[in-house]
Nanobody, 115 residues
Framework: QVQLVESGGGLVQPGGSLRLSCEASGFTFSIFAMTWYRQAPGKERELVASIAGLGTSTHYSESVKGRFTISRDNAKNTVYLQMDSLKPEDTAVYSC????????WGQGTQVTVSS
């Protein structure tokens, strides 16, 4: 079955960095685009970044463009989100997702940006 397992979240000070990982299994990883979403308390889920199956194209929300970088290693079935210059408003649960017949979600990892 499809599994997506995120890791790498935590508490970081403003201006700091974190790298999130999402390890996938149960499907042909390199065929599908992968997407990172986030949801802060009381807010709607927001698309953060996405990457094509072969990594040839990426897309970022305006709120993270220039600070976050999405990448993938198809040999490891893993997608990454490098987050730099973190701000308190980046605090959220971050989840990775893959979609074909339906959207498959990981369990999410908490990122808290606070001094």
């Amino acid at each position: 079955q499809v599994q997506l397992v995120e890791s790498g979240g935590g508490l970081v000070q403003p201006g700091g960095s974190l790298r999130l990982s999402c390890e996938a299994s149960g499907f042909t990883f390199s065929i599908f685009a992968m997407t990172w979403y986030r949801q802060a308390p009381g807010k709607e889920r927001e698309l953060v970044a996405s990457i094509a199956g072969l990594g040839t194209s990426t897309h970022y929300s305006e709120s993270v463009k220039g600070r976050f970088t999405i990448s993938r290693d198809n040999a490891k079935n893993t997608v990454y989100l490098q987050m730099d210059s973190l701000k308190p408003e980046d605090t959220a649960v971050y989840s990775c997702a893959a979609a074909w017949d339906r959207t498959y979600w990981g369990q999410g990892t908490q990122v808290t940006v606070s001094s």
